[in-house]
């Protein structure tokens, strides 16, 4: 079936530091890909996302490339801030999963100034 | 526009009991699903609402039960509350659900505690 395996945190770096969060998933056909990103205290949004092989997700200085042949979505930051500390979710939609989107657990990230 | 509101944010309930949750999707969209988030069990998917339907259910016992109404405002309920249903609820609306091109929008959760 299909599935969603993040790199286990919490991931605590120094502020301007090099991110990257892992992401693999399993699934048949060709899914979506998702990160969402869930501040302290508030609901998830949507940070970025791809629904294609080779695209490449964009926003506020995150990058995520959708590789098929390693099957991954990794979540990347050329420099972090204090204010990126939150939660990132990975997850995928696939259509032939009627409907559901399937979440990976979650990566805690601390960003320290 | 107004984004998703839950209510309540916060409530305290004791084990057998039961509770009801309230979602009031971003105008215009019509499906609603609802989440259980925990520490240990992450981000489960309970139930999708479309129009009034149920479209989807995740693994979660019949103790779990929800609604759609026509203006396609939601509830949860969850009867004979137990330890372990305590966890963040939240619920996500979009056009017509996750997927492709279809960003879903969450509320910021109604945490339930159960004594």
């Known amino acids: 079936g299909n599935s969603v395996t993040q790199m286990e945190g919490p991931v605590t770096l120094s502020e301007e530091a090099f991110l990257t969060i892992n992401c693999t998933y399993t699934?048949?056909?060709?899914?979506?890909l998702f990160w969402y990103v869930q501040y302290p205290g508030e609901g998830l949004q949507l940070l970025l996302k791809?629904?294609?092989a080779d695209d490449k997700g964009s926003n506020k200085g995150f990058e995520a490339t959708y590789r098929k042949e390693t099957t991954s979505f990794h979540l990347e930051k050329g420099s972090v801030q204090v204010s990126d500390s939150a939660v990132y979710f990975c997850?995928?939609?696939?259509?032939?999963?009627?409907?559901?989107?399937?979440w990976g657990l979650g990566t805690s990230l601390a960003v320290n100034p | 526009k107004a984004g998703v509101t839950q209510t309540p944010r916060y409530l305290i309930k004791t084990r057998g009991q039961q509770v009801t949750l309230s979602c009031s999707p971003i105008?215009?969209?019509?499906?609603v699903s609802w989440y259980q988030q925990t520490p240990g069990q992450g981000l489960q998917f309970l139930f999708e609402?479309?129009?009034?339907?149920?479209?989807n259910k995740g693994n979660f016992p019949g103790r779990f039960s929800g609604r759609q109404f026509s203006n396609s405002r939601s509830e949860m309920n969850v009867s004979t509350l137990e330890l372990g249903d305590s966890a963040l609820y939240l619920c996500?609306?979009?056009?017509?659900?996750?997927?492709?091109?279809?960003?879903?929008?969450f509320g910021e959760g109604s945490w339930l505690t159960v004594v």
């Open positions: 996500a609306s979009s056009p017509s659900g996750g997927g492709t091109g279809n960003t879903i929008y």
């Open positions: 997850a995928l939609y696939n259509a032939g999963n009627n409907r559901k989107l399937i």
């Open positions: 791809a629904t294609k």
């Open positions: 609402y479309f129009s009034e339907t149920q479209r």
């Open positions: 699934a048949t056909g060709y899914p979506s």
């Open positions: 105008s215009g969209h019509r499906s």
